[in-house]
């Protein structure tokens, strides 16, 4: 199918989709939601693909729920079906892809937008970014997943202060509070996030998986269930081709050359 509110194009297995809505700061609405729900699911199906990066078009990575579109429905908004019908298969399908995922954030991330780059596994962010929790502005509440990432990755009085005073956070203040993996000048980030990318296509496609999914599972589990985990998954990753092909590649002094299985 033929997108209109987003642009997919592909690169040496690495899948890289554009939220296209310059003109409103790629303001999530109905159709981008529909869109990046179709695309992930024909990601996920798609064994050759080895990483996904998620960026936006022209100055914005995205300014959050479209308050146009919503504002203009005639009848009362249900948000919390809403966020389950929209919002949610979105950042579950980010976070449950098997491949990286890395958010390349050009500039503004708001609201929603600032969750879905959350979702994202990696972020690589342009110096000109700046992050904006955005909801309570308007008097809503985080919502896409960011009351649960956002303690994660920058401590609970952190993430308290940046929703409750809604200051606007610098790519170096993200960067210095782990919010940002590392930063790039503008004109620099496409070459980063690809470098990036380029370093994860080379890695063996299954140690990545279970290493995703292992970390994510350890969020909620306690450590001996975690060491459990590790066990049930090196059991996995030990038995795959691509572990032999490592070990030789070691002992033969060579760069290994991984195959996914
Ligand atoms: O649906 C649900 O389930 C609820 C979920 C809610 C989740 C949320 O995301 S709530 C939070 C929504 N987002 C916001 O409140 C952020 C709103 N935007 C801003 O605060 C600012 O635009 C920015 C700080 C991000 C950037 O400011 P600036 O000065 O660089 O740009 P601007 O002039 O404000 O925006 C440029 C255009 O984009 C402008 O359009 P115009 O006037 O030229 O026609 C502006 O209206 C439009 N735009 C920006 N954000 C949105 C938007 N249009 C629709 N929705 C937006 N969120």
Redesign the pocket.
């Known amino acids: 199918m033929a997108y209109q509110a987003i642009m997919v194009s592909e690169d040496d297995n690495i899948r890289t989709i554009t939220l296209n809505r310059p003109?409103?700061?790629n303001?999530?609405n109905e159709r981008i939601t529909s869109e990046l729900r179709e695309e992930l699911e024909a990601i996920s199906r798609n064994r050759a693909l080895r990483c996904l990066v998620l960026t936006g078009a022209g100055r914005?990575f995205s300014?959050?729920?479209?308050?146009?579109e919503?504002s203009a429905r005639q009848e009362p908004v249900d948000?919390t079906r809403?966020?389950h019908r929209?919002?949610h298969p979105i950042v579950t399908g980010l976070r449950s892809l098997e491949i990286p995922v890395i958010a390349s954030i050009n500039g503004?991330a708001?609201?929603?937008?600032w969750s879905l780059a959350l979702a994202c596994d990696l972020r690589i962010a342009s110096t000109r970014a700046t992050f904006?929790s955005?909801?309570g502005?308007?008097g809503?509440v985080p919502?896409?997943g960011m009351t649960w990432l956002l303690p994660r990755l920058v401590g609970l009085a952190k993430a308290l202060e940046i929703t409750w005073l809604g200051d606007p956070i610098s790519a170096h203040d993200a960067l210095a509070l782990g919010l940002v993996n590392r930063l790039a000048e503008p004109d620099q980030l496409a070459a980063v996030t690809r470098e990036t990318a380029a370093r994860l296509t080379r890695a063996a496609p299954r140690s990545l998986a279970l290493s995703k999914q292992a970390m994510y599972a350890s969020l909620a589990n306690g450590f001996e269930a975690q060491l459990e985990y590790e066990a049930r998954s090196q059991g996995i990753a030990g038995r795959t081709k691509d572990y032999a092909r490592g070990v030789r590649s070691f002992m033969n002094k060579q760069p290994p050359e991984f195959i996914g299985e």
């Open positions: 003109d409103n700061l303001a999530i914005a300014a959050g729920q479209d308050l146009k919503i948000y809403e966020l929209r919002y503004a708001a609201g929603a937008g904006l955005a909801f502005k308007i809503l919502d896409a």
